[in-house]
C-alpha cells in the first residue's frame, strides 16, 4: 500500500532554514511526482509547488520561489523541501502528497501525516 | 493565478441529509477539479478527482459533478463520519490553488 511518511516537528528561529522529508513506500517512485501543500494554524491549505520524481522538474508557487527547493532522491525514495529564511507566518503544518502521474495536470491521491514546523525565537 | 471559491463557507446539516457543496473557478478549467475532506488534526483525504471521477476507497455516498467553471460536490446521506472541512482544488495551471473550504458541521 502506499505510504508517505514525514519527518518529526521542528522548531526553527526566523531567518533559519528547514528541511521536511517525505519517505515513499509501496509503489514505483519515479512514475509518480510530489506536491507540497501547508496550512498555518486555523486556516486552510496553500499550495506551495511541485516536483516530478520521473525527471526532477519542479514548478513553485511565486511567493516563495527564493525560498524554497523541492528534491528528490530515488535511491532512498525520499522528497525533500527546503524552506530558507523562515518567518513567523511559515509556522505551518506542512504537507508531501503524491500526485498521480510524474507530468503536469495530475491530481493528488495519497497525502502524509503533516509536519509541524515552528518558526519562534 | 486562478482563483477558487467555496459556497457555503460552513454549513450545519443532520445525520441523513443530503448536502451540496459548490465550487467557483475564476476562469474554464476544463474537468481539472479535485476534492478532499480534512477531519481536525488529520491530513487531507482525497475523495473526487477529475470533477466526478472517484478516489480509490471512496464510498459512492461522495459524488462531484460540473465543468469549465461550476463544480460540486454532493453527499447523499451525510452519516457521522462526514462531518469535516472539504476543499476544492484546481490543477489546470500552476499554482494548483485550492478553494477557502466548507465546514460541514452537526446541526
Known amino acids: 500500500q502506499v505510504q508517505l511518511l514525514q519527518s518529526g516537528a521542528a522548531v526553527k528561529k526566523p531567518g533559519a532554514s528547514v528541511r521536511v522529508s517525505c519517505k515513499a513506500s509501496?509503489?514505483?517512485?519515479?512514475?509518480?511526482?510530489f506536491t507540497w501543500v501547508r496550512q498555518a494554524p486555523g486556516q486552510g491549505l496553500e499550495w506551495m509547488g511541485w516536483?516530478?520524481?520521473?525527471?526532477?522538474?519542479?514548478n513553485y508557487t511565486l511567493q516563495l520561489q527564493d525560498r524554497v527547493t523541492m528534491t528528490t532522491d530515488t535511491s532512498t525514495h525520499t522528497a525533500y523541501m527546503e524552506l530558507r529564511g523562515l518567518r513567523s507566518d511559515d509556522t505551518a503544518v506542512y504537507y508531501c502528497?503524491?500526485?498521480?502521474?510524474?507530468?503536469?495536470?495530475?491530481?493528488?491521491?495519497?497525502w502524509g501525516q503533516g509536519t509541524l514546523v515552528t518558526v519562534s525565537s | 493565478d486562478i482563483q477558487m471559491t467555496q459556497s457555503p463557507s460552513s454549513l450545519s446539516a443532520s445525520v441523513g441529509d443530503r448536502v451540496t457543496i459548490t465550487c467557483r473557478a475564476s476562469?474554464?478549467?476544463?474537468?481539472?477539479v479535485t476534492w478532499f475532506q480534512q477531519k481536525p488534526g488529520k491530513a487531507p483525504k482525497s475523495l473526487i478527482f477529475?470533477?466526478?471521477s472517484l478516489q480509490s476507497g471512496v464510498p459512492s455516498k461522495f459524488s462531484g459533478s460540473g465543468s469549465g467553471t461550476d463544480f460540486s460536490l454532493t453527499i447523499s446521506s451525510l452519516q457521522p463520519e462526514d462531518f469535516a472541512t472539504y476543499y476544492c482544488?484546481?490543477?489546470?495551471?500552476?499554482?494548483?490553488?485550492f478553494g477557502p473550504g466548507t465546514k460541514v458541521e452537526i446541526k
Open positions: 516536483i516530478s520524481a520521473y525527471n526532477g522538474n519542479t
Open positions: 477529475a470533477a466526478s
Open positions: 482544488q484546481q490543477y489546470h495551471t500552476y499554482p494548483y490553488t
Open positions: 509501496g509503489y514505483t517512485f519515479t512514475s509518480f511526482a
Open positions: 502528497a503524491r500526485v498521480q502521474g510524474y507530468g503536469n495536470n495530475w491530481p493528488i491521491d495519497y
Open positions: 476562469q474554464d478549467i476544463d474537468f481539472y
